[in-house]
T-cell receptor, first 117, second 113 residues
Framework: AQKITQTQPGMFVQEKEAVTLDCTYD???????LFWYKQPSSGEMIFLIY??????QNATEGRYSLNFQKARKSANLVISASQLGDSAMYFC??????????????FGQGTELSVKP | SQTIHQWPATLVQPVGSPLSLECTVE??????LYWYRQAAGRGLQLLFY??????ISSEVPQNLSASRPQDRQFILSSKKLLLSDSGFYLC????????????FGDGTRLSIL
């Protein structure tokens, strides 16, 4: 069963507007972490933001924030004031804590974001 | 600060030839190390991970193997490449501390002819 689901294969947003990228996950582990990565066309994976399952506050990093709704098992990424350089693939990932020797990440299939000038 | 080096950036190999991709990490000790493969337009598939020297765990049975001869060195190999081995290969490291993300190298684009 797929554990990370990103339902938006592609999205467009106007420059300077905010955009939300959806991510839902499935786990029976009580302790887990959720991550978002950005992959520009050059290919490198850039870590953006982290949310722990026991964190009470939503994570924020500059223009990135994570809308964490634990009961709904969703961890949406919000990018405020989009910039042209935000055009990239965005991946949501999860790391379960227990029964996860090695700290493996499970990735979603990604959302391709295009920012229009 | 920690850095991860992965090379080569691009590689074109004939079917049946051997493969060796190398990844090294600087500025940290005893990291967890990972090899991923990414098909075009798709997510990342974990191939191997290592929690210590000589300790390799394989996630997907395939034509590839991995080795960790030194603490901060991770090598992806194949004796005979297949067409299906084409893809974008990414190495990553992570410290053992709670909540730490994986940090990725720049990747190797491998084309099999």
């Amino acid at each position: 069963a797929q554990k990370i689901t990103q339902t938006q294969p592609g999205m467009f947003v106007q420059e300077k507007e905010a955009v939300t990228l959806d991510c839902t996950y499935d786990t029976s582990d009580q302790s887990y972490g959720l991550f978002w990565y950005k992959q520009p066309s050059s290919g490198e994976m850039i870590f953006l933001i982290y949310q722990g399952s026991y964190d009470e506050q939503n994570a924020t990093e500059g223009r990135y924030s994570l809308n964490f709704q634990k009961a709904r098992k969703s961890a949406n990424l919000v990018i405020s004031a989009s910039q042209l350089g935000d055009s990239a693939m965005y991946f949501c990932a999860m790391r379960e804590v227990y029964y996860n020797q090695g700290g493996k990440l499970i990735f979603g299939q990604g959302t391709e974001l295009s920012v229009k000038p | 600060s920690q850095t991860i080096h992965q090379w080569p950036a691009t590689l074109v190999q004939p079917v049946g030839s051997p493969l060796s991709l190398e990844c090294t990490v600087e500025g940290t000790s005893n990291p967890n190390l990972y090899w991923y493969r990414q098909a075009a337009g798709r997510g990342l598939q974990l191939l191997f991970y290592s929690v210590g020297i000589g300790q390799i765990s394989s996630e997907v049975p395939q034509n590839l193997s991995a080795s960790r001869p030194q603490d901060r060195q991770f090598i992806l190999s194949s004796k005979k490449l297949l067409l299906s081995d084409s893809g974008f290969y990414l190495c990553a490291w992570r410290s053992r501390d709670r909540g730490q993300p994986q940090h990725f190298g720049d990747g190797t684009r491998l084309s099999i002819l």
